[in-house]
């Protein structure tokens, strides 16, 4: 499988932006057989729910509330997904996990928080 590191959490002010990055790496047979990268968030008590996606023809998928708000890209000869966030709100509040799936099997990030103060 591949191994993600993940960077770009932290604290910031509502209202203001971060950008999480998310590297993969790994043998070459698992790099090429990507084909999702994604970011999930949890806050406390509550269940783990996707943020965006990106699949491997390059279509994005948003939650709802991330809609309008985030960006999600990848840079293929990286290896690497990111997510901007903007407009950054309180409830955004959580740590925030990047996903990459290799054929059928999910790998998952360390996660990395993000706290928003109001």
């Known amino acids: 499988q591949v191994q993600l590191v993940e960077s770009g959490g932290g604290l910031v002010q509502a209202g203001g932006s971060l950008r999480l990055s998310c590297a993969a790496s790994?043998?070459?047979?698992?790099?090429?057989?990507?084909?999702?990268m994604g970011w999930y968030r949890q806050a406390p008590g509550k269940q783990r729910e996707l943020v965006a996606a990106?699949?491997?023809?390059?279509?994005?998928n948003y939650g709802d509330y991330a809609k309008g708000r985030f960006t999600i890209s990848r840079d293929n000869a990286k290896n690497t997904v990111y997510l901007q966030m903007n407009s950054l709100k309180p409830e955004d509040t959580a740590v925030y996990y990047c996903?990459?799936?290799?054929?059928?099997?999910?790998?998952w990030g360390q996660g990395t928080q993000v706290t928003v103060s109001s």
């Open positions: 996903a990459v799936r290799v054929m059928s099997f999910t790998n």
């Open positions: 990106i699949i491997r023809d390059g279509s994005t």
């Open positions: 790994g043998s070459s047979i698992s790099i090429n057989a990507i084909n999702l």
